[in-house]
């Protein structure tokens, strides 16, 4: 019975875990997806917004100095 209680618990945690890391993934990938799809667009505003929200998602809400210099770089890379 202890065995049966013990596996259950576990899991459950092995899948809120999982569960978990798909959905960051997910917004991740969406978020990456629409920072190159604003760079594609020539709008540099909606560029630096987009990238801002990408990293700072990367970074737990504080995007580093790397960061914005990349955002920078991307900018005027832009057609």
Known sequence: MALMVFL???GGIIYLVVDTTNKREFKRKQLQEAYQRALAS???GHASLAGR???S???NGIPTLAD???ILNDIVAMP
Do not use: D, F, S
């Open 8 to 10: 259950l618990i576990a």
């Open 42 to 44: 020539g709008n540099k």
């Open 53 to 55: 929200a990408y990293y």
């Open 57 to 59: 998602y990367l970074r």
């Open 68 to 70: 914005e210099a990349t």
